[in-house]
């Protein structure tokens, strides 16, 4: 099953067990890289929980997401439209003082993930700020919620070189996954400023 049709059959049950969900500390971590107010694209936004916390935040956010059922998730949440994209769709060109791809780029094949980041990079104003997460770990694995791409801190770098300069880059327990728990049971995250 690709990981779009997982989202769309399974769209309200991962919305039960994600909206609720803890993550003050990484909208910390990245929100003091981000200027008051600024726009923020919620790239990969699934449910809309993230989006509707910066837009509780005086931030203006564009949401996106490639799962129809998640678009229509976030549009509610939010009472304004989210798009439906894929990553590989993306025309924006600086217009974003910040991307935010929160557990979202893992299902992107390691192969298409430099032309994905080649696109934020586009979108984002100058020393824009890209944050991002991914299952930890240096494999493809596929299970029955789709496939994961997992990152460490070597592997995302030759997918930056040249585009982004890495400020933060860090490890964090998997606490709540309990869908596909990478094989540590680990984040890999990180924060980066545009070229």
Excluded at 19 to 48: E, T
Excluded at 151 to 167: N, Q, R, T, W
Aim: charged share 20%.
């Amino acid at each position: 099953m690709s990981s779009i049709s997982y989202y769309d059959k399974n769209s309200q049950n991962f919305y039960d067990r994600t909206l609720n969900v803890d993550v003050q500390d990484l909208y910390q971590r990245f929100l003091k890289y981000v200027p008051n107010q600024g726009q923020i694209l919620d790239a990969g936004c699934g449910v809309g929980r993230d989006s509707k916390f910066f837009l509780s935040k005086g931030y203006d956010v564009v949401a996106f997401d490639g799962s129809l059922e998640m678009v229509k998730l976030t549009s509610n949440l939010l009472g304004t439209d989210a798009l439906h994209m894929l990553f590989q769709d993306m025309n924006f060109s600086s217009e974003f003082d910040a991307v935010w791809a929160n557990a979202s780029l893992l299902h992107v094949p390691y192969e298409n993930l430099r032309k994905v980041i080649e696109g934020f990079h586009k979108a984002l104003l100058p020393s824009g700020i890209l944050y991002a997460s991914f299952k930890y770990g240096t494999s493809m694995r596929q299970t029955e919620d789709g496939i994961f791409f997992d990152m460490d801190a070597a592997s995302i770098e030759p997918y930056l070189k040249g585009l982004f300069v890495p400020l933060e880059i860090w490890k964090s327990a998997d606490t709540r996954s309990k869908v596909a728990p990478s094989p540590d049971k680990s984040w890999l995250n990180f924060i980066a400023r545009r070229m």
